[in-house]
């Protein structure tokens, strides 16, 4: 009841038609609702940043899909899906009650500026890796490719994350990297400078999914939120988990550290929907 309410309060929704709330609502701050009461309504923001989390209550037992797949509902009716960096137009939603009912969400996606952003002093075989090494960052890409594709009950994605550690954003989610003049993918998560051997909390509770030294990212832990949404760990110095512990929000996970491709001590905190990652800002700023 505790995560329902606090679904609640973040999309601050009065149970109206949804023709009355595009009337009276902004796309930035509105919410589609359907129904007149809190147990029928189907509630999904209007509008919604590229690499957002969006989150949405409908009556619980209803089917949802997006984009070819069915979506987790909670027993209390709350589903999650990813919006990707890219994603351009109106993103859809399917719903049908209980009662057979059916419902067509349409959900604006807001482009977002993604800057440039240039990192030298990395080590050059992980810019340029030598055709073992391409193998291996290959084999361990593919290990957490798996890991990111549960999909189970648990509902600490519906939590308020917190941050994993305190400190200055050194590097943001889908800004274009270029390593040592030489260009590579867009980042898929967000950088917090922190000193080496800083502790790492859990954002939300989950269980761990993978923890591991890979090459790229050193060491490595991902955990499961629970309907697609993963978290991501990178650099670590330290691991504190192994695969299948169950944490709490809050629980520490790991240390900060500068392994794989660093160039110095600092956290990247990555999120997932499934194969689309998502921003852990926008996480934390709808959490607020």
Do not use: C
């Amino acid at each position: 009841m505790a995560i329902f309410a606090a679904l609640l309060a973040a999309t601050t929704v009065a149970p109206v038609t949804a023709s009355a709330a595009a009337q009276t609502s902004t796309p930035e701050a509105a919410a589609t609702a359907i129904g007149t009461d809190m147990d029928t309504r189907v509630v999904f923001p209007l509008s919604v940043q590229q690499g957002a989390l969006v989150i949405g209550k409908v009556p619980p037992g209803s089917s949802v899909t997006h984009d070819g797949r069915r979506l987790r509902v909670t027993g209390y009716g709350s589903v999650a899906f990813g919006v990707a960096r890219d994603q351009e137009g109106p993103v859809q939603v399917s719903v049908t009650r209980p009662d057979g009912v059916a419902d067509e969400i349409s959900i604006a996606v807001q482009p977002r500026d993604f800057p440039v952003e240039r990192v030298n002093g990395v080590p050059g075989k992980t810019v340029k890796p030598p055709p073992a090494i391409a193998k291996r960052i290959a084999r361990e890409q593919a290990l957490v490719t798996a890991a990111r594709e549960r999909d189970d009950p648990r509902t600490g994605f519906a939590e308020r994350f917190i941050w994993p550690v305190e400190g200055r954003i050194s590097g943001r989610f889908g800004n274009q990297r270029i390593y040592n003049g030489t260009p590579g993918s867009a980042h898929s998560g967000m950088d917090i400078a922190a000193a080496s051997g800083t502790p790492v909390k859990a954002p939300a509770s989950g269980v761990v999914t993978f923890a591991g030294d890979l090459y790229l990212t050193g060491g490595t832990i991902l955990l499961d939120h629970g309907h697609g949404v993963s978290s991501n760990f990178l650099h670590l110095s330290r691991m504190d988990v192994q695969v299948g512990d169950e944490v709490r929000q809050g629980d520490v996970i790991g240390a900060v550290g500068a392994t794989g491709r660093a160039t110095g001590p600092h956290l990247h905190w990555g999120m997932n929907w499934l194969t689309v990652r998502i921003d852990p800002l926008l996480v934390l700023e709808r959490g607020s």
